[in-house]
């Protein structure tokens, strides 16, 4: 399966680095890791890049880890329609207290608008 990872930096974006690394791993899935502006992430874009690599290196897998510029939901949707991605992984989806999953902005944008399988992971 051919995976696109959008990931910004929050600790949801690195556990589903993690994971989604070790899936591709373990099921042979085509990764690539897309790394977009989040202004509420406590890393840097290069912080979060430099912990991509590690953990590609890791897992022994070979995967392109991009820089996304402009609007992180709209961006990732179009790269997914445009090169054919069968999934678009991300980080999040909080339980409020109520039981009700929380999602942000760009998890929101992304569920609404693509056109693809759309998995977050938490």
């Not at 042979?28 to 874009?45: F, K, Q």
């Amino acid at each position: 399966m051919k995976v696109l990872l959008g990931i910004g930096g929050s600790d949801d974006s690195i556990r589903a680095l993690e994971r989604v690394v070790g899936r591709a791993a373990d099921v042979g899935d085509e990764l690539t890791i897309a790394i977009v502006e989040n202004p509420r992430s406590p890393r840097s874009r290069e912080e979060i890049a430099e912990r991509a690599r590690e953990e590609l290196d890791d897992a022994g897998l070979d995967a392109e880890v991009r820089q996304i510029e402009g609007d992180p939901g709209s961006e990732l949707v179009d790269i997914a329609e445009r090169e054919g991605f069968d999934e678009i992984a991300l980080g999040g989806g909080q339980t409020s207290p109520m039981g009700k999953i929380n999602v942000g902005s760009i998890a929101e944008f992304v569920l609404l608008n693509a056109h693809t399988t759309v998995r977050l992971v938490r």
